[in-house]
């Protein structure tokens, strides 16, 4: 067979704005052709080539472009990047099979869902007998123009999202056998009208994605998908949905959905984390076991869009005169570019954060004394390396800081320890991240605690200033399969 991949993805916050073009791309890495790589943007692409190729199938992989999560992708670089994309199907076609990877909450300017457009597009070029198939991120929004133009569709079921390489091997022998006829694959969804944040790794969260694993292979259901939705993304039918396939039978698919749908919404007090304000954690992490205590700063998680240069917890921290208290990473190039020009063992007055706007906070003003310096640093990501550009690492009456040149959430302990910062040393570590950091913080934290605001990620999800979704979603309306919308 012939198989053509893509990857084009990143996570849009409607309410950010840092808008996302060519550099946030080009920080990343884009990737093309023969050169897709394990552990750049086309990673998933590279899983893709390597299976086929075991298989003796033909691969043609067109362009792997990813971004880190921001504001709306600028229009002409969203259509740039889309139509590279189908001028490489056209020119390189016909493909018995095309495997795509996108994020799912991708919106750009003039477009609040690029993944319907570019599927709508790409289905016109291949024609129907081609076999299309599409890996989306579980923080996804599955709209009709995706389900219609695609003829399978997976998400992540885990997060933090450890199981990406798994469902890409998941989608593509589904594929390869829908395009040899052993299999026909139909799908559905069941909205499930919340809007939350969910991490998979233990607790109900944890059952529940062992029962969706347990229902596949079964009746005729192909793959069960749960997308969690994306909170901040105000576009047409966001909120969860639960997506089956199944071989051929609609309406299986259709009762599938709707089962685990219920089930789901049946769960909703017993999967979410609501979180603690900034003083309740900074509280309980005084008091709490001995060891490393584990902060995470949601609202400040670049993750799902937001700057990264809050410095709410670290201005409470310093009011409250806290020691052996670090905060990682924060986003700050001109602080950084000042540290390296002092060097390391320097001085000096310190203007550190709150550059992008009211939800950053006020800058704070502290004398550091610069205590170490990195040209790359490198902290373990999910697929592999995660690069932050230039560090410095800043300390002012027993409160540590990495600032970082690029934007980025915290994934693991290395962030710090190659920095040279010691957590042994550390009484508090303040992560700025929502669910990724845990793999990586778990072994070594004694506790791990999750605050919730202020920030850019407000988590008050019954108060999200949403002006285009349907706004008959729990938590804002507590039974929302018996509400009218509001108006």
């Known amino acids: ?66 971004a880190s999560p921001a504001g709306r992708t600028v229009r002409a670089v969203y259509e740039s990047m889309r139509d590279e994309i189908l001028d490489d199907a056209r020119r390189l076609g016909p493909f018995d099979v095309a495997l795509l990877h996108l994020h799912g909450a991708m919106a750009a300017d003039g477009y609040d869902d690029c993944e319907g457009d570019l599927l709508t597009r790409l289905r016109a ?58 299999t026909r694959p139909v799908m559905a969804t069941w909205d499930c009208r919340m809007v939350n944040f969910f991490p998979t790794p233990s607790g109900q969260m944890a059952r529940f994605v062992a029962e969706m694993k347990a229902q596949e292979g079964r009746d005729g259901v192909l793959s069960l998908s749960l997308g969690h939705g994306f909170p901040w993304g105000d576009v047409a039918g966001g909120g969860v949905r639960v997506l089956a396939v199944t071989n051929g039978d609609e309406a299986k698919a259709h009762e599938v959905a709707r089962r685990f749908g219920e089930r789901f919404f049946a ?125 410095a690492w800043v300390e002012s009456q027993g409160v540590h800081v990495i600032l970082v040149e690029r934007r980025e959430q915290a994934f693991s302990p290395d962030l710090f320890s190659n920095m040279g910062l010691r957590l042994a040393d550390l009484r508090i570590a303040v992560v700025k991240s929502t669910a990724h950091f845990r793999a990586g913080f778990a072994p070594v934290a004694s506790e791990i605690l999750t605050t919730v605001g202020p920030g850019a990620l407000f988590e008050d999800f019954t108060a999200i200033p949403y002006e285009t979704r349907d706004l008959n979603y729990w938590p804002r309306v507590a039974d929302p399969f018996a509400a009218e919308t509001p108006k």
């Open 1 to 66: 067979m012939r198989i053509f991949t893509a990857t084009l993805a990143t996570e849009t916050n409607t309410f950010s704005a840092i808008p996302t073009g060519w550099s946030g791309f080009e920080e990343t890495g884009i990737e093309r052709g023969a050169g897709v790589t394990a552990t750049g943007a086309g990673g998933l692409n590279w899983v893709w080539g390597k299976l086929a190729e075991a298989d003796g199938h033909e691969v043609a992989h067109s362009l792997a472009a990813w």
């Open 125 to 182: 070029v291949l024609g129907c007998e081609t076999i299309i198939g599409v890996e989306l991120d579980l923080h996804c929004t599955i709209t009709p123009a995706m389900l219609k133009a695609a003829d399978a569709i997976i998400t992540f079921k885990e997060y933090p999202h450890i199981d990406a390489a798994a469902r890409a091997a998941e989608l593509f022998r589904l594929c390869i056998d829908a395009a040899a006829g052993q």
């Open 267 to 391: 769960l909703r007090h017993q999967v979410t984390d609501p979180g603690l304000s900034i003083d309740a954690a900074l509280d309980l992490a005084l008091t709490g076991p001995p060891g490393l205590i584990v902060i995470a700063d949601k609202a400040d998680n670049t993750g799902g869009g937001a700057p990264g240069d809050s410095t709410f917890i670290l201005r409470r921290v310093c009011e409250r005169d806290l020691k052996a208290v670090a905060i990682a990473p924060l986003w700050d190039p001109v602080a950084v570019r000042f540290c390296h020009d002092a060097g390391v063992g320097a001085r000096l007055a310190l203007r550190i954060g709150g550059k992008c706007g009211p939800q950053s906070g006020d800058p704070v003003d502290l004398t550091v004394t610069v205590r170490g310096l990195s040209d790359a640093l490198v902290q373990t990501g999910l697929g592999g390396p995660n690069l932050l550009g230039r560090a």
